[in-house]
């Protein structure tokens, strides 16, 4: 199993962060790498909602299924996220801070077959790559005007 943390703080008020990245299918307008993101389940978002999406990693498609397992608005929002490859669970923390919000992630990623040998590369390049993920989401939505 590979573990991946980081933080970064969001100039922004703490629901704003929280509502934004909650709803999946804002991830394409910041993450460069995420092709498509759709909602799959009814109702509004929240603990249970269900995304399908698909990302570009080495070359390929890789789809995705994004379920919301916990939903404490605008604290605590935690998913399961399963691909061919791997599991991943985890939660993002918001918390308000002078000036905006600081986003804690935490993810566990179990990676599945022949995958699972390359735990230890899987936690390399995945930190580097939540690190630019939620760095082009902070800069979405501290240049964005967003819609109220």
């Known amino acids: 199993m ?3 943390d980081g933080e970064i703080i969001i100039g922004r008020p703490v629901e704003v962060v929280f509502d934004f990245t909650a709803d999946q299918r804002n991830e394409p307008r910041y993450n460069p790498r995420m092709i498509r993101a759709d909602k799959v389940s009814d109702g509004p978002v929240g ?3 269900v995304f399908r999406s698909t990302a570009k ?3 390929r498609a890789v789809e995705m299924r994004i379920e919301l397992t916990g ?3 605008p604290g605590r929002l935690a998913s399961h996220t399963a691909t ?3 599991d991943i669970g985890g939660a993002l923390t918001f918390d308000p801070v002078p000036g905006g919000t600081r986003m804690r992630w935490s993810w566990s990623v179990r990676p599945k077959g022949a995958a699972r040998l390359l735990a230890p590369v899987i936690t390399s390049i995945g930190r580097r790559q939540e690190q630019a993920i939620w760095t082009g989401m902070k800069r ?3 240049t964005a005007q967003l819609r109220p």
Request: avoid cysteine.
């Open 57 to 59: 990693s080495m070359g």
């Open 71 to 73: 939903y404490d608005r």
């Open 2 to 4: 590979a573990r991946i």
């Open 140 to 142: 979405y939505l501290e």
């Open 47 to 49: 603990k249970g909602t």
């Open 84 to 86: 061919k490859l791997a």
